[in-house]
T-cell receptor, first 114, second 118 residues
Framework: AQSVTQLDSHVSVSEGTPVLLRCNYSSSYSPSLFWYVQHPNKGLQLLLKYTSAATLVKGINGFEAEFKKSETSFHLTKPSAHMSDAAEYFCVVSGGATGNQFYFGTGTSLTVIP | GAVVSQHPSWVICKSGTSVKIECRSLDFQATTMFWYRQFPKQSLMLMATSNEGSKATYEQGVEKDKFLINHASLTLSTLTVTSAHPEDSSFYIC??????????????FGPGTRLTVT
C-alpha cells in the first residue's frame, strides 16, 4: 500500500530564510514522488517529481527535494523563502496496481513572514 | 505544457438537483482521468478513476450512483452529482494523465470546481 505523511500541518518562516517541508512515504513498489503547490483558489501546480532517476530533484521557483530511500523521506527545501511561496504544499506518492493512482498527504500550509 | 480545464469553476445549485462538471485536456490526449474531492483546508481525496471508453473505477465509500462519471472521449470526462445535497458541497478537482509521454506518472490538474448546494 502507498501512503504519505506530511509531518507538519503548518510551517512559518521569515522571508529570506530557508524552507523545509517534511514528507515521509510508504510504498510497496519503487515509488514516484511529487510535490504540488496550491495557492488560494487556484489549481495544483507541480513543483517537482522523483521517478527513480537522480535522488536530488530540482524543481521550479528554487525548490528542490531529496529522495532518501533509507529514511523513506522526500523533504522539500528552498534556500530562501519569498512572500509568493505562501501556499499549501502537498506531497504525493503514486502507486496502485498500474501506478496510476495518486495518494496525497494532508498538506502543509506555509506562511512567510515579511 | 499540458493544460487541463474544468467547467464551471463555481456552481450553486438547489438541493435535489443534478450538476455536471466537465474536465478537458486541452493539448493532449488522456485515456485516464481522475476525480478528487477536497474539503476546506483538507487534502485531496481520490473519488474515482475515469477510463476512456469504459466504466469508472470508484474508491471505497464513494457512491457510484450519486457521482456519475463519463469519459466519452480522449479529452473529456464529466462528473455528474445527482440529487445533490448540502453535504455534497465541496471543491471538485480533476486531473489527467498524458499517455503520450512514455512512462510518466505525472498528473495534470484542473483548476477545480467549487460546488455549493443550498
Amino acid at each position: 500500500a502507498q501512503s504519505v505523511t506530511q509531518l507538519d500541518s503548518h510551517v512559518s518562516v521569515s522571508e529570506g530564510t530557508p524552507v523545509l517541508l517534511r514528507c515521509n512515504y510508504s510504498s510497496s513498489y519503487s515509488p514516484s514522488l511529487f510535490w504540488y503547490v496550491q495557492h488560494p483558489n487556484k489549481g495544483l501546480q507541480l513543483l517537482l517529481k522523483y521517478t527513480s532517476a537522480a535522488t536530488l530533484v530540482k524543481g521550479i521557483n528554487g525548490f528542490e527535494a531529496e529522495f532518501k530511500k533509507s529514511e523513506t523521506s522526500f523533504h522539500l527545501t528552498k534556500p530562501s523563502a519569498h512572500m509568493s511561496d505562501a501556499a499549501e504544499y502537498f506531497c504525493v506518492v503514486s502507486g496502485g496496481a498500474t501506478g496510476n493512482q495518486f495518494y496525497f498527504g494532508t498538506g502543509t500550509s506555509l506562511t512567510v513572514i515579511p | 505544457g499540458a493544460v487541463v480545464s474544468q467547467h464551471p469553476s463555481w456552481v450553486i445549485c438547489k438541493s435535489g438537483t443534478s450538476v455536471k462538471i466537465e474536465c478537458r485536456s486541452l493539448d493532449f490526449q488522456a485515456t485516464t482521468m481522475f476525480w478528487y474531492r477536497q474539503f476546506p483546508k483538507q487534502s485531496l481525496m481520490l473519488m474515482a478513476t475515469s477510463n476512456e471508453g469504459s466504466k469508472a473505477t470508484y474508491e471505497q465509500g464513494v457512491e457510484k450512483d450519486k457521482f456519475l462519471i463519463n469519459h466519452a472521449s480522449l479529452t473529456l470526462s464529466t462528473l455528474t452529482v445527482t440529487s445533490a445535497h448540502p453535504e455534497d458541497s465541496s471543491f471538485y478537482i480533476c486531473s489527467a494523465r498524458d499517455h503520450g509521454v512514455g512512462v510518466d506518472y505525472e498528473q495534470y490538474f484542473g483548476p477545480g470546481t467549487r460546488l455549493t448546494v443550498t
